[in-house]
């Protein structure tokens, strides 16, 4: 077990939290498109001034590569933040240096302080050893509450919490716990449904949920590469031809495991992926050679929908189809609005699977929609992410 929020006394203290507050901005201003980041952050924050702590603040923005930018310093979400927690955030134009500490030093019980874009110093993603130090400087314990960063031995991810007393934000407390539930301990049965673009980036997770759910569904571009290892004709759809025996292997070791894995049995095809562009359905056995898949036929997404939503727990990782063009999201929707309104735990891995879901404004209906992409995919491949792992053992 991590240590969390609620395992040590703020009383008086100071707390440096590790938020992901690396919003979205309307292209070439400075007005942010999505503060979902920033309101993900708020609980955190509110309990650490309630506890009677001075919270201050550290995040990336963008990709910096160790020097200024001013394009990817923080007055906007600074003052983006001020008005959701509707309480003065201080900010200071340094993070590692005797500026931040003054200010930080200043604070009352309740302050909030945001440091500068920490990706701003090279010490950040090389986890330089005095850069971490004197972050932990500036504060008596640490907090993590940026699980999408999570996966990156950075100093403020990884570095500092090896100085500080270290716990996990009320975030990614519940990131841990779902998508380390429903592996370890899910209700049963447990399904796992897995799309997006390859088979390529899913290769150790797929290895993990064999072992460990009771039934698997396959959509999305990678079930081209395991239907052509079945021996299907899948004309120009999207394919990886060096892992056509994984795929033939995946599925002789869930046969062995008793772990049965479904295919489509149809699927929407197209001779190109454009709005509007004519389509067809086929079963998997009539695919034309010169069509390509695009999303999961309704005959496959009726099957999927019916019994996903009467399993006991689903994690779901990539979308069923191009969701991002119509009317290839059909398959993801159909599946989802089961899932969402389905008796039955949801854990949704983040990238494009939320984007997917929060398109679709279910988000509120799934157990949990993971703030991150890549932590999430690493998370459920059994790895140990750093910035988990570098938080105290209770
Ligand atoms: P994530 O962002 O979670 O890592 P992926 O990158 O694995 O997800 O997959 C998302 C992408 O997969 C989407 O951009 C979607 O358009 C694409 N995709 C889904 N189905 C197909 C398909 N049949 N052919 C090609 N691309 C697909
Ligand atoms: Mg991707």
Redesign the pocket.
């Known amino acids: 077990m991590k240590r969390m929020l609620r395992d040590f006394d703020w009383q008086g203290k100071r707390a440096l939290v590790r938020v992901d507050f690396n919003v979205p901005f309307e292209r070439g201003t400075t007005r942010i498109s999505d503060d979902v980041r920033i309101r993900e952050a708020l609980p955190t924050i509110e309990y650490l001034r309630g506890q009677g702590a001075s919270v201050v603040l550290c995040t990336h923005l963008g990709r910096p590569d160790g020097k200024r930018v001013p394009e990817m310093e923080l007055g906007p979400v600074v003052e983006r933040l001020g008005e959701l927690l509707g309480a003065p955030v201080g900010y200071v134009h340094d993070a590692p240096g005797g500026e931040a500490k003054a200010a930080a030093g200043a604070l009352a019980a309740g302050d909030v302080l945001m440091l500068e874009t920490i990706r701003f110093w090279p010490g950040e993603e090389t986890n330089d050893a005095d850069f971490a130090a004197s972050l932990a400087s500036i504060a008596d314990a640490y907090v993590n509450d940026a699980f999408g960063t999570a996966h990156r031995a950075h100093a403020s991810t990884e570095g500092v919490a090896r100085l500080l007393p270290a716990m996990a934000g009320l975030l990614m407390e519940k990131e841990i716990t779902f998508l380390g539930g429903v592996l370890e301990n899910p209700v049963r049965p447990l399904a796992a449904l897995l799309?997006?673009?390859?088979v390529s980036?899913?290769l150790q997770v797929l290895g993990r949920l064999v072992g460990h759910a009771d039934e698997l569904f396959v959509?999305?571009?990678?079930?081209?590469t395991f239907l052509k290892a079945q021996g299907y004709e899948i004309g120009v759809?999207?394919v990886e031809e060096d892992l056509v025996g994984f795929c033939t292997d995946t599925m002789e070791r869930a046969a062995a495991a008793s772990t049965p894995v479904t295919l489509p049995e149809d699927v929407v095809v197209a001779e190109r992926?454009e709005p509007g562009v004519p389509t067809s359905v086929v079963g998997i056995g009539d695919i034309p050679a010169n069509a390509?898949?695009?999303?999961i036929g309704p005959r496959t997404a009726a099957d999927y929908a019916q019994r996903l939503a009467a399993v006991g727990s689903v994690v779901w990782?990539?979308?069923?189809?191009?969701?991002?063009?119509s009317p290839?999201n059909e398959g993801t929707r159909i599946v989802a609005e089961a899932i969402a309104s389905g008796n039955v735990v949801s854990v949704i891995?983040?990238?494009?699977?939320?984007?997917a879901i929060a398109h679709l404004g279910l988000a509120e209906q799934m157990s949990h929609v993971s703030t991150g992409?890549?932590a999430s995919?690493e998370f459920l491949e059994g790895r140990e992410l750093p910035g988990v792992a570098a938080l105290d053992d209770v």
Request: net charge negative; no cysteine.
């Open positions: 799309g997006g673009a390859k980036d899913k959509g999305g571009g990678m079930a081209g759809s999207l992926i390509m898949i695009l999303d990782n990539g979308p069923m189809g191009v969701f991002e063009v290839f891995g983040g990238g494009s699977t939320a984007e992409g890549g995919l």
